[in-house]
């Protein structure tokens, strides 16, 4: 896998040195190769962590017609790109020179003819124009950050921060929408003037202007009317083994993230089923807590999965599975490790010691490419609805029931209890604090609540949207920033990720289905369920639990206590930090947990302490960018 940067001076005297400080800033990343290239005042680099024995230069950076392009990912339909260039079928031929002479032939809307997962940049000598694109939806990710005199540009965020330091600013919105769940729905970053390439865009720079463009909307796409139920689970079945059989050809070791839900099991099922044909396994990886802590949860929640994915391996045959207790893992380590790497504090930061941790193991199986099902709730396992349940919302919404309780006499008058107490002054608290450690000064300096209310964010999470609505919510194609979180751990680990339930095809293919074919027969994701039938375990597909993730969190902070204690200490002596969030409310939540790591809420206390911790590591790592 590659990194793309690079960065174009209005300025030619300064470009040079931009540029040098962006490889430098990206050097750490020990690469086994880079090139690069100079013309008319840009400059754009690349370089790579894995070479293979057949690599060629122009796999790195191809020129032609004084053009030049850069690029990173998987090309999925590399027939049709040679179709379309009336070329013979070449596979020597690398993906750069394709992508370039398609470029040549129908100018910016040749993104819309590449599907898989991918990043590209092409600077024009003849136009003076920088282009970036990137794939319509998946893990591919680029940043750009544009000044007075110059663009910059870096797959990885840490290429944009070593230079123009005087103007780089945190972005206080972002900071916020952090801290309380808030959703922004734009392409910023955790930095002002850095943004993000949002999925299926692409941008263009010329004579300092810059054009940003969407060139796919998954909105739009049509229902699929077909002739039986069976046609719509065939089609299912060959979209899926299609995005699958794309993600690990090539791979020499593959692995798996393995959970006890639908989108996990169905994906390692089809590339375990593909692999049995060759007569090759895949490793499979599933965390689990280092104690039980069923104790924790209701009885509907598993808490271990390992209950399913240990016969799902097995049932399969082909599955080596590795349960990983991550029973070294320091959690304050860990929070500090993700600063470092993806320069932003993150919502699920408690999530993420058990992942790296998962990454280090395959590393040392050496595996190569890692399959996750991070999209599947919103494609492959689609639930579908019911209007039973948008009239029970809509009740909901009508009597002002705006709660995420169960609906009953004793939880409406204690709902509108506090609401009359909210009207009357006597609680001056805002719904947040439940769920947040953000700061009331801050809060209130930059107008949080009204901005979300104007954003049409719901601060309540309980916004009715309708139903047919709510899939392509979810899916959220046009801001969705989950890959970058992936494409950093790709890079860092130096093991390429892909998601198979992210496929722009299977995406299309899975929003076309009526919701018919999902809630059928009073059955929820009949579609998987019927096309999965007989290859996943009955156990798996009628489940009743919901499987969970890191639910020994307040165990371990609990072993950690000591060094939580110190480090939120140490964020008392730093006035940004004390003015952004409330340490005071922090120390009490760690209070709490250590007390009683068993409590009802303490698994959700510890969420919510380490996505402040994690933001709080982030300003601490930025001085002098905050009040």
């Not at 690069?36 to 017609?65: A, K, P």
């Not at 280090?360 to 050496?366: D, L, V």
């Not at 949080?448 to 719901?458: A, K, Q, T, V």
């Not at 156990?539 to 609990?558: M, Y």
Request: neutral net charge; hydrophobic residues 35%.
């Amino acid at each position: 896998m590659n990194i793309l940067y690079g960065s174009v001076s209005f300025n030619p005297d300064t470009n040079s040195d931009l540029f040098s400080i962006i490889q430098n800033s990206l050097s750490e990343f020990a690469p086994s190769l880079k090139s690069d290239s100079i013309n008319h005042g840009c400059h754009i680099g690349v370089q790579t962590r894995s070479l293979h024995t057949e690599f060629q230069t122009q796999e790195l950076l191809y020129t032609e017609n004084n053009c030049q392009l850069i690029s990173t990912g998987r090309i999925d339909n590399r027939k049709d790109l040679f179709a379309l260039l009336s070329m013979k079928i070449d596979e020597s031929i690398p993906n750069n020179i394709l992508l370039l002479k398609l470029y040549l032939l129908l100018g910016d809307d040749f993104v819309k003819k590449i599907d898989g997962e991918w990043t590209l940049v092409i600077w024009n000598g003849n136009s003076k124009e920088l282009f970036l694109a990137r794939d319509p939806f998946g893990i591919g990710t680029i940043y750009y950050r544009k000044g007075h005199d110059y663009l910059a540009f870096s797959s990885l965020l840490k290429g944009l921060l070593d230079f123009d330091k005087s103007h780089l600013q945190i972005n206080e919105s972002y900071l916020a929408g952090i801290l309380t769940v808030w959703d922004r729905l734009n392409d910023e970053t955790a930095f002002e003037d850095i943004h993000f390439l949002l999925p299926a865009h692409y941008l263009k720079m010329s004579n300092g202007k810059t054009e940003l463009k969407r060139y796919w909307i998954a909105e739009n796409t049509p229902v699929l009317q077909l002739n039986t139920e069976m046609e719509y689970v065939a089609r299912f079945n060959a979209k899926l083994e299609q995005s699958v059989r794309n993600r690990i050809q090539g791979a020499n070791k593959i692995g798996s993230q393995l959970s006890s839900g639908f989108d996990s099991s169905t994906i390692t099922t089809v590339a375990s089923e593909i692999l049995k044909k060759e007569g090759k396994s895949l490793t499979a990886f599933t965390s689990i807590p280092k104690e039980d802590t069923s104790d924790l949860f209701t009885p509907l929640t598993a808490t271990n999965e390992s209950y399913l994915t240990i016969p799902t391996a097995q049932f399969l045959g082909n599955v080596d599975l590795k349960l990983i207790r991550s029973e070294q893992v320091s959690i304050v380590q860990n929070l500090k490790e993700m600063i470092d790497l993806h320069h932003s504090p993150l919502h699920a930061a408690g999530n993420l010691f058990w992942i790296y941790e998962i990454y280090r193991n395959a590393g040392k199986e050496g595996i190569d490419t890692m399959l996750i099902g991070q999209f599947g709730n919103s494609t492959i396992s689609w639930t579908g609805y019911t209007e039973k349940n948008f009239v029970k919302e809509k009740i909901k919404q009508l009597i002002g029931f705006d709660s995420n309780e169960k609906l009953t006499i004793s939880s409406y008058i204690r709902l509108m209890s506090q609401k009359f107490k909210k009207y009357i002054g006597i609680d001056q608290s805002k719904i947040w604090d439940s769920y947040s450690h953000i700061n009331s000064k801050f809060a209130e300096d930059i107008d949080l609540e009204n901005r979300m209310l104007e954003s049409g964010h719901d601060p309540y999470f309980r916004q009715l949207v309708p139903n047919e609505k709510k899939q392509i919510q979810f899916i959220n194609p046009q801001f969705s920033k989950i890959g970058a979180v992936w494409h950093d751990l790709s890079y860092y680990f130096d093991i390429k990720t892909f998601d198979p339930s992210a496929d722009k095809n299977l995406v299309e293919f899975c929003l076309s289905v009526p919701n018919e074919y999902y809630y059928r027969y009073d059955t929820p994701k009949w579609l998987i369920k019927t096309a999965m039938k007989g290859r996943l375990l009955d156990d798996l597909i009628f489940q009743k639990k919901k499987g969970r993730q890191a639910t020994d969190l307040s165990l371990r902070i609990t072993n950690e206590a000591k060094e939580f204690e110190q480090l939120i200490e140490s964020f008392d002596q730093n006035k940004a930090i004390s003015y952004y969030l409330d340490i005071q409310k922090m120390k009490d939540s760690l209070t709490g947990i250590i007390k009683d790591p068993r409590n009802k809420n303490a698994y959700n206390n510890s969420i919510y302490l380490t996505r402040s911790i994690s933001c709080a590591l982030f300003i601490q790592s930025h001085p002098n960018k905050f009040v």
